[in-house]
Structure formats: C-alpha cells, structure tokens
Nanobody
C-alpha cells in the first residue's frame, strides 16, 4: 500500500486547509486511516482517524475544528482543518495498518504499517 499525502501550506491563524491522503494498492474501506502530526522537537501525536467501518474520532486538541472524511470512489481520506492555530503547525502524516484494527487502536501510531511522506502545515501571521 502506498499513501500520498498533500495539501499542506502556509496559512494565517483562523484560516483553513484541506489535506488529502490517496491510497494505492489497498483500500481505506478495508483498512481505515489515521492522521498524525509531528511538530519540531515533539513526538508524533494522533490527530484523527476513520476506521474501516467509518467510525470517526479526534484528538481533543482538534475536536470541533478538524473533520476527517473518506471518498470511497477516489480511495482518498481528507482532513479538513478550520480555525487553525499556530499550535497546529507540524508535519502531518497519514497512515494505514496492514490489517483493520479495533477502533480503539487507531490512535496508536506504532500499529500502523504504511505512511505517507508527510505534508507541512505552517500556521503563522
């Protein structure tokens, strides 16, 4: 499975971006997908996930501002990010497991087998 993440960029505080994660060689409908981010000097942290069944969850820090969604036909998962803050600045990664996980495990990056290359989001005025 290969994942291609895109959509990052520079945005002012309060702005919006939409990240995309396109998969080839596998389907998110069978595996699920998670978004994680890593800021400079910090560990990779969970942002949002959508399971193989479509169950969705978010980190508390982005709840109400970010929305994860899936386009089955395009085999792509999106992360719509609104009301962006400087603390959201990070490299964002999408990932997928080799096999579908139980819903509570999608927040654990060590259980992921496939990763996109990362896309940089910078929130600054």
């Amino acid at each position: 499975v290969q994942l291609q993440a895109s959509g990052g960029g520079l945005v002012q505080p309060g702005g919006s971006l939409r990240l995309s994660c396109a998969a080839s060689g596998g389907t998110f409908s069978n595996l699920g997908c998670g978004w994680f981010r890593q800021a400079p000097g910090k560990e990779r942290e969970f942002v949002a996930r959508i399971t193989w069944s479509g169950s969705i969850a978010y980190a508390d820090s982005v709840k109400g501002r970010f929305t994860i969604s899936r386009d089955r036909a395009q085999n792509t998962v999106y992360l719509q990010m609104n009301s962006l803050k400087p603390d959201d600045t990070a490299v964002y990664y999408c990932g997928a497991p080799r096999r579908a996980l139980n819903s509570g495990s999608y927040s654990r990056s060590e259980l992921y087998d496939y990763w996109g290359q990362g896309t940089l989001v910078t929130v600054s005025s």
